[in-house]
């Protein structure tokens, strides 16, 4: 798959350790080669040839030099076919994920060091009030999320999507006291020719559900995530989180 001129200029963009031998080389030239296998067929991880080595051992190396930036490196290369390869299998793996922040782990204590990318920006500054174009509703949601949230959590680049969230909910409070009010007659409506259909307050409280759903499951307000969340207990000053994720 790889001739050997491919493989003396990509070799010198890969980690190595000191003292590492011929096998060890031997090995990364075959990890790389059922790598662009996988990009170049567009198959499963699953369908890996046996030759080329175990399917599960090679997507999870292939996941951590994800982390690591080194596919980036490989890519930036420009090596005739093998980029190419690469930053389409990169995007085709990585389709549809939805990563947690670093924080978010290190809260739940499922952060693993070897997977945290070094590179991760580290933001400044945290939240306090909210935008004064905001509805009370919103703001009164926006100040509980701050306040009851783990320190450290929000930054404020994270003030676009706690906005977002503060809105729905507000929306969503506002619909649910509407339908409180009217009962049964605000949850269905007749049409002309008689029949009986959900209101479009009922729809517009599972559209903004389903929205809020996706920004508390990113922040971590689920139940489920809150189970997991073990709260920094903080004796002294405030440690910046980002400083120990990345071991600064």
């Known amino acids: 798959m790889l001739s050997d001129a491919q493989w003396d200029r990509v070799q010198a963009a890969l980690p190595s350790r000191r003292g590492e031998g011929e096998e060890a080389a031997r090995s990364k030239r075959t990890f790389l080669e059922a790598v662009l296998w996988v990009g170049h067929t567009g198959a499963s991880w699953r369908s890996l040839p046996l030759a080329l080595g175990n399917w599960h051992a090679v997507l999870t190396r292939f996941n951590r030099w994800n982390q690591t930036g080194i596919w980036v490196r490989l890519i930036e290369m420009g090596e005739p076919d093998i980029s190419e390869i690469l930053q389409k299998l990169q ?13 978010i782990k290190q809260l739940r204590g499922t952060l693993r060091k070897h997977r945290v990318n070094p590179n991760e920006p580290k933001p400044q500054g945290r939240l306090s009030e909210p935008p004064e174009y905001m509805a009370e509703r919103a703001k009164e949601a926006w100040r509980h999320a701050v306040s009851n949230a783990p320190p450290g959590l929000f930054s404020v680049l994270d003030a676009a999507v706690l906005e977002r969230w503060a809105n729905c909910i507000a929306l969503y409070q506002e619909t649910a006291a509407k339908i409180s009010r009217h009962g049964m007659n605000a949850m269905l409506t007749k049409t002309p020719e008689g029949l009986w259909r959900r209101s479009a307050l009922r729809g517009l409280m599972r559209d903004l559900a389903n929205e809020m759903k996706g920004y508390e499951t990113e922040m971590g307000f689920t139940p489920a995530a809150r189970g997991r969340v073990s709260a920094y207990q903080d004796t002294t000053s405030e440690p910046d989180l980002w400083e120990e994720v990345i071991g600064g």
């Open 91 to 103: 995007e085709r793996t990585m389709a549809g994920r939805k990563p947690l922040p670093t924080v």
